[in-house]
C-alpha cells in the first residue's frame, strides 16, 4: 500500500494521514474543512483510519491479546457461571416496531417416518434478531451523517458496502470471541438505592467512586458493565422500561474510551443515559463507542446475580453468531468467576 505523506490542515489545526486506495477520506476530509468549524457537529475530527489500518472492521477487539485471555482466565476461582442473558420469549420489551416471535409450526413438524415412526419439532423465528433482547451491537450498527453521506467505523461510507441482504463491511461476523476481564460498577450500590432514578446520568465521579467502594479498577482491553438496577423492571413494567433509562452520560463514556476498553454493557436498552446530557443529542454515546472508537455495546442484560454477590471482576465469554453482514447479535453472555 502507498503512503502519502501526512498532510497538515493548518487552518483548523488538524493533522491526518490520508491512503491513496481510500480516496473518500480525502473526500470527507474536504467535506469537513469547508464546512468549516461548524463541522466539528456532528463530524467531529476526522475520526479514520483505525489505529487498526484503515482496513480493519473488528475495532476495540483487537485489544483482546492472548495476555488478555490469560489475564481473564486467572480470575476464574470459584468455577461459577453467571448467565447474563435474557430469555427471548413473546412479550419481551422492545423498541420501536421491532417484533419477536417464535412459531412451532406442526406439532410435530414432521414425522413420524421410517419403522421406528420418528418425528422431531424445529422452530421458525422472525424479528430483528440482532436487535432485540439481549443484544450485541456490531460496528455496522451506528454510524453518522456528514454532509449526506453516512460514515461508519474506520470511514467506511454506507453507500459502498450498504445492501437489503447484509452490509459488505463491518457485519458481526468480523467480531471474533470476547474474552477478556469484566468489570461490573455497581453505581445503584453506591448510590444507595435498589435502582436509579429514571434519566439519571452516571458521572465520572460516579465511576470513580464506584470503582473505590469495589476496590477495583478499569484496564485496557476490558469490558465494563453498569449495574442501575433498571432490569428489575423487565416483564415487570415494560411502558416504564422503555419510556427512559439511567446510564452513563457522554462525557463519562468519552472517559472510558480513553481507558482503551473493548465493550460497554448495562441492565437497560441502550446502556447509556436517556435522554442524556443533551436532548438534542440523543443516543451519541452509541456515536462515540462504535462509530468513532471500534468500541462495542451490549444491551439488555441480566445483571441482578454479579451484583447479589458483589461479583466485582470476572472472566467474561461471548460469541457473537456469524451472521454474514448483520449489525449485532443475539446470545447469552457469560461471567465466571
Known sequence: MT??????????????????PRS????????????????QAPCGSVWWPSEWGPEDQRGAANRITPAKVLEALSLIEEGKIYQLG??????????????????????????????????????????????????????????????GEHIFYNGFRLSEFGSPHGLGRLGVENVGVIFTRGVLLDVARYKGVERLDPTYIITIEDIEGTLAMEGVDIEEGDAVFFHTGWGQLWMVDNEMYNASEPGPGITAIKWLVEKKIVLTAADNFGTEALPGENPNRRGEGHQW?????????????????????????????????????????????????
Open 3 to 20: 503512503r502519502r505523506a501526512p498532510a497538515r490542515a493548518t487552518r483548523h489545526g488538524l493533522f491526518l494521514r490520508l491512503m491513496t
Open 289 to 337: 463507542l462504535m462509530n468513532r472508537n471500534g468500541v462495542y455495546n451490549l444491551e439488555n442484560l441480566d445483571l441482578s446475580g454479579l451484583a447479589a454477590d458483589q461479583v466485582y471482576e470476572f472472566a467474561f465469554i461471548f460469541a457473537p453468531l456469524r451472521l454474514k453482514g448483520a449489525t449485532g447479535s443475539p446470545g447469552n453472555p457469560i461471567a465466571v468467576r
Open 86 to 147: 435474557r430469555v427471548y420469549e413473546q412479550g419481551m420489551p422492545l423498541l420501536g416496531n421491532r417484533h419477536f416471535k417464535l412459531t412451532i409450526p406442526g406439532l410435530p413438524t414432521s414425522g413420524p417416518s421410517g419403522e421406528h415412526r420418528i418425528v422431531y419439532n424445529s422452530e421458525l423465528v422472525s424479528g430483528e434478531i440482532g436487535q432485540i433482547g439481549t443484544q450485541f451491537d456490531g460496528l455496522g450498527h451506528v454510524g453518522t451523517e456528514v454532509d
Open 24 to 39: 473518500s477520506w480525502a473526500v470527507l476530509l474536504a467535506m469537513c474543512l469547508t464546512a468549516g468549524a461548524a463541522a
